[in-house]
């Protein structure tokens, strides 16, 4: 098998609809490849959905939701394929994207995996990839100074410039809603941290990929749209609660006690920012008392962790 796509899906029935018949239509004839579809207990009909109308999708049903992280291992061990994709529901491939990035990828001994270049769907560069993070990044997350910082190597971004050639560049790590990496690779580093329930997964995955000696490269002739969060942005407050669950444990694996205590630091400034600033906009009317609850619950659970 030349390629296995491995695709997550949580109550994306409509993009994931459109993901797959993208895949399908942008695979080069006499490509050997197979779609394998991970379903974490969706509630909309996803399930129904790839039976009648994709037959030949691999499909995974699940009882409950363990995060990405384990379903994506199920759809790994599952597949056969010499390169393997994880892909979310909510992109659109588009024309030779993956033989672009599967080329890359399988020509290059020291490469060990590679990711896109993302638009959104309006055509606008989404950044792709990025540097680890940093802890001016921690603190930009906060307090954006100004939107210059945002988009530039102070918080992690590689130069927009770099997206607009057809030479692959390095990378950190690619964001995780389209990342292609080479089995030999991922049986030599193991699969993604099942610890990990959502987010940073792919992060933790770069650095053993980088720390085995494989380089990763961003593959800027190879466009993918990506509609962003459109799972985690069902379950509000808990995935932000959830976004530093998973950085704290990135830092524990991968970095020293002195970052994690300055990090540590940094996001309790930020938190009470964010909490000053709800508490003002509901004692002006901008902020209702339910959504206000609910984001002081999760910024408590995020300094409890």
């Known amino acids: 098998m030349d390629l296995s796509v491995v695709t997550v899906s949580y109550n994306t029935r409509e993009l994931l609809r459109a993901c797959l018949a993208s895949v399908l239509s942008s695979l080069a004839p006499g490509l050997?490849?197979?779609?394998?579809?991970v379903d974490n207990a969706s509630s909309d009909?996803?399930?129904?959905m790839v039976r009648d109308e994709f037959p030949r999708v691999q499909l995974i049903a699940k009882e409950d939701n363990r995060g990405f992280a384990a379903a994506s291992n199920q759809g790994?061990?599952?597949s056969s394929g010499r390169c393997v994709l994880l892909l979310n529901p909510d992109t659109i491939v588009k024309s030779t994207a993956l033989e672009r990035m599967r080329t890359v990828l399988e020509s290059r001994d020291d490469v060990g995996a590679v990711g896109p270049k993302l638009v959104y769907p309006n055509g606008e560069l989404q950044h792709s990839a990025f540097t680890f993070p940093t802890l001016a990044m921690v603190f930009l997350d906060f307090f954006p100074l100004h939107h210059r910082l945002l988009d530039s190597p102070i918080n992690g971004r590689y130069p927009r410039g770099l997206y607009e050639g057809h030479e692959p560049f390095p990378v950190d790590h690619p964001l995780g809603a389209a990342l292609m990496a080479k089995r030999q690779v991922i049986e030599h580093v193991g699969l993604l941290d099942e610890r990990f329930f959502m987010y940073c997964e792919e992060i933790d995955w770069c650095m053993r990929i980088k720390n085995s000696g494989r380089r990763i490269l961003c593959v800027p002739h190879a466009e993918i749209v990506h509609h962003v969060?459109?799972?985690?942005s069902q379950l509000g407050p808990q995935m932000f609660v959830e976004l530093h669950r998973s950085r704290?444990?990135?830092?524990?694996?991968?970095?020293?006690?002195?970052?994690?205590?300055?990090?540590?630091?940094?996001?309790s400034l930020g938190l009470a920012y964010l909490e000053l600033g709800d508490r003002w906009r509901a004692k002006r009317g901008a902020l209702d008392r339910s959504t206000l609850a609910s984001r002081l619950k999760s910024y408590q659970e995020i300094r409890e962790l």
């Open 229 to 232: 969060a459109q799972s985690t």
């Open 32 to 37: 050997k490849h197979e779609l394998i579809v």
């Open 45 to 48: 009909g996803s399930v129904s």
């Open 248 to 267: 704290y444990r990135l830092y524990e694996k991968h970095y020293s006690v002195r970052f994690q205590r300055a990090a540590r630091w940094i996001v």
């Open 76 to 78: 790994i061990r599952l």
